[in-house]
DNA sequence: AAGGAATATTCTTATAAAGGAATATTTAAA
DNA sequence: TTTAAATATTCCTTTATAAGAATATTCCTT
């Protein structure tokens, strides 16, 4: 989760949603160095949210969908969870504001 | 955002979810020092999650309704934004297998 | 007014993540 | 086989964040 959190590694991943691309079309767009742009490449390799085709010299990044449905899902049940709490929150407030007029 | 992400932080706003605390009583329950607590709270209030109530000697923590709307709200235009890529991603890589099929 | 809780703040230290520069590696091309 | 391009890796520095310890502040109690 913390993959997508990084700035940089976002742009990356929505660069490459117009797209595979290399890395040196990647830090070209995002005007970024190389080295820094392997290196995030690498972080959203192992977060399985990007894969790689090596194509002779050079390495062809693309989007990988299994690992986005994943981050997907996660955020939703996250944000059901807290979209729960947050209804007993405010049932418990009105709950509390129905007591006060109650007095 | 970073405010929840620090897992401490949520674990107090979830314990705040059954009712105001003190900053002692916080500190108690998550078997945290009362300086951390003090600065975790800081955080959250100044991000709008947590609001104060001076009583006497101590100081009321509750949760904020409000700002946890917003958090709510953003995480759910975040994941639509999100949802809505996947899919046409998905429709690219179906594209794609078509082409392939065809040739 | 003095002492003691409860809480906040400050200062220092520890740690993790990111960028920069240089270097290593792989592969195509000559 | 040597050279150059594309990429990865390593080492160092910087920066942000959190914890620890000590201290300051506020307010009640006596």
């Known amino acids: 989760m913390s993959a997508i ?3 940089n ?13 290399t890395v040196g079309e990647i830090a070209e ?12 490449l690498r972080v959203l390799c192992e977060a ?3 894969e790689v085709h090596p194509m002779a010299n050079r390495r062809i990044y693309k989007l990988h969908v ?3 449905k994943e981050i997907d899902s996660w955020i939703d049940s ?3 969870l807290w ?3 947050l209804d007993q ?7 509390l504001q129905r007591k006060e007029k109650g007095e």
Request: with cysteine.
């Open 9 to 21: 590694r976002l742009n990356i991943i929505e660069l490459l949603h117009d797209g595979p691309c």
């Open 48 to 50: 399985r949210l990007v």
């Open 89 to 95: 929150l405010e049932d418990y407030l009105k709950e």
């Open 83 to 85: 979209e729960d709490r």
């Open 66 to 68: 299994q690992g986005l």
């Open 29 to 40: 767009q995002l005007r970024l160095r190389q080295p820094q742009v392997s290196k995030h």
């Open 5 to 7: 959190a990084e700035p």
């Open 78 to 80: 996250f944000r059901h």
